[in-house]
């Protein structure tokens, strides 16, 4: 099956500043790509997604890149807020979803 | 707001005592997800449905876990017998049935089970 491997496991950053968490995948039938945001005691919901055969998707503040030669994918997350402080989960999808160990973020202020 | 959701939200129970959680995926998602969540593990895939039918449950432990969709509208996931280590967040998803291979994945609140 899919392995996803995810860091950092913790990101501590100053507000403004830029955030990036990278993932690696192991399975080239993937072909979707998200990212999940999950707050303490939440669910986990989707904040952007990539499919394959897109290199690069932004939305506001966040952005992701999706390189399929070498099998990894990034969040950026610019200018950086307090209300980002969360937990991060990348997920690559054939059939089922397969998420990474998920990142820690804190955004200081 | 078409959610997922899931009941309980909150569990607890001795060792050894039956627990089913239950989710009620959104209305026409024909695809269904059972993820338990704990700080070592992250999310850890447990069993996938689709269309009522199990497609892949080997994440579970088959001696004490059981899924199963009865109908479209309910999933199940049961532990018999419980055990500490089973303590955990529970999370069910579903998918749109017409979404196809690139869809998102909607998370129901969890049910948070505490086996003492």
């Known amino acids: 099956g899919e392995n996803v491997e995810q860091h950092p496991s913790t990101l501590s950053v100053q507000e403004g500043d830029s955030a990036v968490i990278k993932c690696t995948y192991s399975d080239s039938a993937s072909n979707y790509f998200p990212w999940y945001k999950q707050e303490l005691g939440k669910r986990p919901q989707l904040i952007i997604d990539?499919?394959?055969?897109?290199g690069e998707k932004k939305d506001q503040r966040i952005a992701v890149t999706l390189n399929k030669t070498a099998k990894h994918f990034s969040l950026h997350i610019t200018e950086t807020q307090p209300e980002d402080s969360a937990v991060y989960f990348c997920a690559a999808r054939f059939n089922k979803f397969y998420f990474g160990s998920g990142t820690k973020l804190n955004v200081k202020p | 707001d078409a959610r997922v959701t899931q009941t309980p939200r909150h569990k607890v129970t001795e060792m050894g005592q039956e627990v089913t959680m239950r989710c009620q995926p959104i209305?026409?998602?024909?695809?269904v997800f059972w993820y338990r969540q704990t700080m070592m593990q992250g999310l850890e895939l447990l069993a996938y449905f689709r269309n009522r039918a199990p497609l892949d449950d080997s994440g579970m432990p088959k001696d004490r876990f059981s899924a199963e969709m009865p109908d479209a509208t309910l999933a199940t996931l049961k532990i018999q017998p419980s055990e500490p280590r089973d303590s955990a967040v529970y999370f069910c998803a579903s998918l749109p049935q017409h979404g196809g291979m690139n869809t998102e994945a909607f998370f129901g609140q969890g049910t948070r089970l505490t086996v003492v």
């Open positions: 990539i499919r394959s055969n897109v």
């Open positions: 209305l026409g998602h024909n695809t």
